[in-house]
């Protein structure tokens, strides 16, 4: 079986979210090497020694059927600008998380991210028909949260102690979500800030 009829890619008017692929490696390291994103504390970004497993792991996840791992390409010049990913994909409970999702820094605030995750909510709930798409960044990334309310989800809560970082610091995480019964508003706001 094919990745495309397991993962389709999802295409926007800037951005195509391509399947992940071991392939993407070099294009995933380029991209990431904007800002130099790895050295970041609040997020986990693949740098040169972590690029083999992080795509392996994205890879054995969609194996699994838990995880659509995508990489973000712009139309325009073909080139990976970063990744992101359907994970706890819970298929019995229709709920699903978006996450794992970074950008180059030269492509942030760019309108990049608003159609990215317009793409995956489309996906998400008039696709694969989930009742919940969640959330989940650091406590301290405020700029990872602003970016999640701005996309129209809803903060729930903190969840105390929710991973452990490479570093070794214990992470409190905050959680986001949208429900069915709010894409239509959602999917409205985003189309207006797509054509602005």
């Known amino acids: 079986m094919d990745v495309q009829s397991i993962q389709p890619a999802l295409v926007g008017k800037t951005v195509e979210l391509t399947p992940l692929q071991q392939d993407h490696s070099l294009g995933l390291l380029s991209a990431a090497a904007d800002g130099v994103l790895w050295n970041l504390k609040s997020t986990v970004v693949p740098g040169p020694d972590t690029i083999d497993a992080y795509i392996e792991g994205a890879l054995a996840g969609r194996q699994v059927g838990t995880v659509m791992p995508y990489a973000v390409v712009l139309r325009s010049t073909g080139l990976i600008c970063g990744s992101t990913r359907f994970w706890k994909i819970d298929r019995a409970n229709r709920k699903l998380e978006i996450g794992h999702s970074w950008l180059s820094s030269s492509v942030q605030r760019s309108g990049v991210n608003t159609e990215a995750k317009y793409l995956l909510l489309t996906h998400a709930f008039e696709v694969m028909g989930c009742v919940r798409v969640q959330f989940t960044t650091d406590e301290q990334n405020d700029t990872s949260r602003a970016a999640i309310l701005r996309i129209g989800a809803k903060q729930e809560g903190i969840v105390r102690n929710e991973r452990i970082m490479p570093d070794g610091r214990k992470r409190n995480s905050v959680r986001f979500s949208i429900i069915d ?13 797509m054509q602005r």
Do not use: A, G, I, N
């Not at 019964?181 to 706001?189: F, I, L, N, R």
């Open 181 to 193: 019964s709010e894409w239509p508003d959602v999917k409205t706001m985003l189309r207006h800030k």
